[in-house]
């Protein structure tokens, strides 16, 4: 029996300013659980389990480039 590969994750992000924001984020992932058999000799059958999984932990601070936003109206009098 083998199960599926899969990720879980969740995030949270907060605006400091218009440009400046900070994150947080954490990830639990998990590759090819299964139930593997091993037989050294014909009579003997030795049965185990193997997965790998991993946890991730990211921080964050982000700039926002407006490169394209159109200029600011001033009215001139």
């Known amino acids: ?3 599926p ?3 879980y994750g ?3 992000e907060y605006a400091v300013t218009n ?6 984020e954490y990830m ?3 590759v090819r659980a299964g139930w593997n058999d091993y037989a050294p000799a014909s009579t003997a059958n030795i049965g ?4 790998a999984t991993f946890h991730t932990a990211r921080i964050g601070l982000n700039y926002k480039f407006d ?4 200029t600011p109206v001033v009215a001139k009098y």
């Open 1 to 3: 029996m083998t199960l």
């Open 5 to 7: 590969f899969g990720a």
């Open 10 to 12: 969740a995030g949270l």
């Open 19 to 24: 440009n400046w924001s900070i994150k947080a």
């Open 28 to 30: 639990y992932e998990y």
């Open 48 to 51: 185990f389990m193997t997965r």
């Open 67 to 70: 490169l394209f936003a159109p």
